[in-house]
């Protein structure tokens, strides 16, 4: 993550200024000197520059095409230019995992063709592309790739027997005669051949082969799969030239900034200065939204001047209907100590043994509570929403989305309009995190759609990062009280756990489910260390803030929690922490053998205290963690430095069953890592008097590029079922940095962020 200022905010969302990115600066305007802009010259971008998804034909004649059930039908996915070019749609967003090149490559591979020849954007809504995740649509839980791996294949190969086969009629020779070699059908025995993009025409719309008469490459002659094929993302990010739904331009658009209500359910009452704001340069009208004041002007930055200089009486609602509520005197650390001494009932999400009389008999009682903080999703682009209601009764939106066909029934339910009138657009997006699902409250598009339907043209919203922070729906918070016992020989016999937290699924759905939210005690349930008397619990506390989806979700805050009180029941069991979880997981040789990976890529399992080539006196500390059907173990070394904790370096083991390209799955553990690292020292959202303390990164401090640790990665392929990549390599980093501080300093971490705290070592 980098750090967004309002200028460059701005800077974003004006029109294109000059060539070369040249500063603009008339009548006291910002000057552009946005960095896009700036490569995007540098590199020589103009007319017939390469732009992810130019050309592609999207438009009516893919619209037009019936809708179906839910399948593999090779036309709604691919299209192969004259000049070999193949365009994908993908089922999925782009938001730097990886999973455009990853689609490439895996479909590529079965139609024997290069994934450099690939040009990938997200597909519209349509039932063409419900193809994983049982007939949903949603690109998250780290599920993209592995969900649609099969399927994919399957269209791969498809494609290349239409193309065979339409490359026996061209050639006037038997298919069986026929192979194929990257992006051309080969007529060996007369050393003829004819190229995909001549083909195509003729092959992609031809009625698909059965199902089940096309074979699959044996995993032996993978010509990509499993390689670190380049990304195909790169280029077009790397100069600037990579379109965000911030950087949508309609034509006749004006832009719109908001002034959110302090707190969550405040409406709007007198504008004392409306007549003022008016009258301020560019401004065009002034608009009063659910819990927000908004002004649409010439310019955003015009707009967003405006705004911030509106002086709202804001009211109590006269009633919450249900509906959260923040209240004026809510603070998150009270909330977070009544949480710890909260009573309620339990509801039991694992259970196994008899944990009470193992807690009666057991040698040694260990127990602790530990605590996560809020977190706010911190993505790089801001969120915004462009609307346009055209002549013919359509509404166009273009706004960052992870589950576009979730986004339009939404609209359907607030405007009325049919889903046949409305064009969703899903531009890559700017990071997400989790960011970019319904949460009501939290997404810019309802503002867009309300604004552009009262001013009569397109209108472009984008939230400034203060009026972000003020809403966004952050990770959720816990406090989980343990009650372990240790037998004779200081081992784990008996372990009682209880959660109070809400998750953010039953967030989302401001109610609470039939059962558990699974995402509230993922990490706490299913781990695979063998104590024999096991429950796992949640007491639900709803919460007054918006909560949502955080990268690694639930796991992101439980394993913190499990990982380092099992570092507790070693010290008090007179064990050592990586022979205990070897013990543990004695008869899981997956794990056993992942565990073993990272400790030998650290050098040897060396807990410390040591002292390092440059003086410092340092320790490490690991831990494991399940997340997303993959397994990791990690190992990070740390120092005590002014009274702070340093992470110098961090191994990490990853076992994802199975792999597309270790390339991205390195760069993902590394962000993983980053973002690990930056939550247990530093980001916390905290909450006085209602409102977020922190409004922007000045107040909301993330990991600094000087403090990132050395990253070593580690592939595992067991081959067992293929997990997830974008989200599991955080959860086992939080405890990992925690364990070792707490060897090192021989004070116990139970809480996040660690910048809170002064050690000492």
Not at 399 to 427: C, W, Y
Not at 609 to 622: T, W, Y
């Amino acid at each position: 993550m980098s750090i967004e200022t309002a200028s460059t905010i701005q800077d974003l969302s004006e029109e294109p200024i000059g060539a070369m990115g040249a500063p603009d600066r008339v009548d006291g305007h910002p000057a552009n000197v946005s960095r896009r802009g700036f490569l995007a010259g540098t590199a020589g971008a103009g007319a017939g520059a390469f732009v992810l998804g130019v050309g592609l034909p999207v438009g009516k004649a893919r619209a037009a095409v019936p809708a179906s059930a839910p399948a593999i039908r090779v036309p709604a996915f691919l299209s192969v230019k004259p000049d070999g070019t193949v365009h994908l749609l993908s089922p999925f967003m782009e938001g730097g995992q990886g999973i455009f090149t990853a689609l490439a490559q895996i479909i590529g591979e079965e139609m024997d063709a290069d994934p450099a020849s690939f040009v990938v954007e997200a597909a519209p809504v349509s039932p063409d592309y419900l193809v994983a995740q049982g007939g949903r649509r949603v690109t998250g839980g780290s599920r993209s790739v592995r969900s649609s791996y099969a399927t994919m294949r399957k269209l791969g190969a498809t494609a290349r027997f239409m193309l065979m086969r339409a490359g026996a009629d061209h050639l006037g020779v038997p298919m069986a005669q026929l192979s194929t070699e990257p992006g051309r059908v080969v007529h060996a025995a007369s050393g003829r051949s004819v190229a995909y993009g001549a083909l195509a025409p003729h092959a992609l719309d031809m009625p698909a082969p059965p199902p089940g008469s096309v074979t699959l490459r044996d995993k032996a002659d993978f010509r990509w799969i499993g390689k670190p094929v380049a990304r195909l993302d790169v280029y077009v990010k790397s100069t600037g030239k990579a379109k965000y739904a911030i950087d949508t331009k309609v034509e006749g658009m004006v832009h719109a900034a908001v002034q959110h209500a302090p707190r969550l359910g405040l409406t709007v009452g007198t504008i004392r200065n409306e007549g003022q704001i008016k009258a301020m340069r560019g401004v065009i009208s002034v608009h009063r939204l659910p819990g927000a004041v908004a002004v649409v002007a010439a310019h955003w930055w015009d707009a967003r001047k405006a705004v911030e200089a509106a002086q709202v009486d804001w009211q109590e609602p006269a009633t919450h209907d249900g509906m959260r509520y923040m209240p004026a005197d809510f603070d998150s650390a009270a909330f977070r100590d009544g949480l710890a001494k909260g009573q309620g009932p339990e509801d039991v999400a694992e259970h196994e043994g008899d944990v009470a009389a193992a807690l009666a008999s057991a040698r040694t009682r260990v127990e602790a509570v530990y605590h996560s903080q809020y977190l706010a999703h911190g993505q790089l682009e801001p969120p915004s929403a462009t609307a346009h209601f055209r002549p013919d009764g359509v509404l166009e939106l273009w706004t960052p989305n992870q589950a576009p066909d979730m986004f339009v029934a939404d609209i359907v339910r607030r405007t009325g309009l049919p889903p046949e009138k409305i064009i969703l657009h899903s531009p890559m997006l700017g990071g997400f995190f989790g960011r970019h699902f319904l949460y009501n409250t939290s997404n810019p598009f309802p503002q867009a759609i309300q604004l552009a339907k009262e001013v009569g043209r397109p209108v472009k919203l984008i939230w400034s990062r203060e009026e972000e922070f003020l809403r966004d729906a952050v990770r959720p918070m816990a406090s989980v009280r343990f009650q372990a016992g240790l037998d004779a020989n200081g081992m784990p016999v008996a372990l009682n756990v209880v959660s109070a937290t809400e998750g953010p699924t039953e967030a989302i759905a401001n109610a609470r489910g039939a059962g558990i939210d699974p995402a509230a005690v993922e990490g706490l349930a299913g781990k695979k260390y063998a104590i024999p008397n096991t429950r796992i619990a949640q007491r639900y506390v709803k919460n007054p803030t918006v909560m949502g989806y955080w990268r690694s979700v639930g796991n992101s805050m439980n394993d913190f929690f499990y990982e380092g009180f099992l570092d507790e029941l070693a010290d008090k069991g007179g064990q050592d922490p990586y022979d205990l979880r070897l013990h543990l997981l004695q008869d899981n040789r997956r794990l056993t053998t992942l565990l073993k990976a990272a400790v030998e890529l650290s050098g040897g399992w060396k807990r410390g205290p040591f002292k390092a080539p440059d003086g410092s006196l340092r320790a490490r500390g690991l831990a494991m963690a399940s997340p997303f059907g993959s397994e990791t173990a990690a190992v990070a070394e740390v120092s005590i430095r002014d009274g702070q904790v340093r992470v110098h370096e961090v191994w990490q083991a990853i076992d994802p069953g199975s792999i597309v390209n270790p390339a991205i799955v390195e760069a993902q553990v590394n962000s993983a890592v980053a973002l690990g690292v930056s939550q247990v020292l530093f980001e916390e959202v905290a909450y006085e008097n209602g409102q977020p303390v922190a409004r922007n990164f000045d107040t909301y401090p993330i990991l600094p590029l000087e403090q990132m640790p050395r990253v070593h990665v580690r592939i595992v392929e067991s081959g067992e079922a293929m997990g997830g990549i974008g989200e599991p390599g955080l959860p086992a980093i939080p405890p990992a940095v925690a364990n070792a501080v707490s060897h090192l300093t021989g004070q116990r971490v139970r809480s996040m962020p660690l910048s809170r705290l002064k050690f000492t070592a």
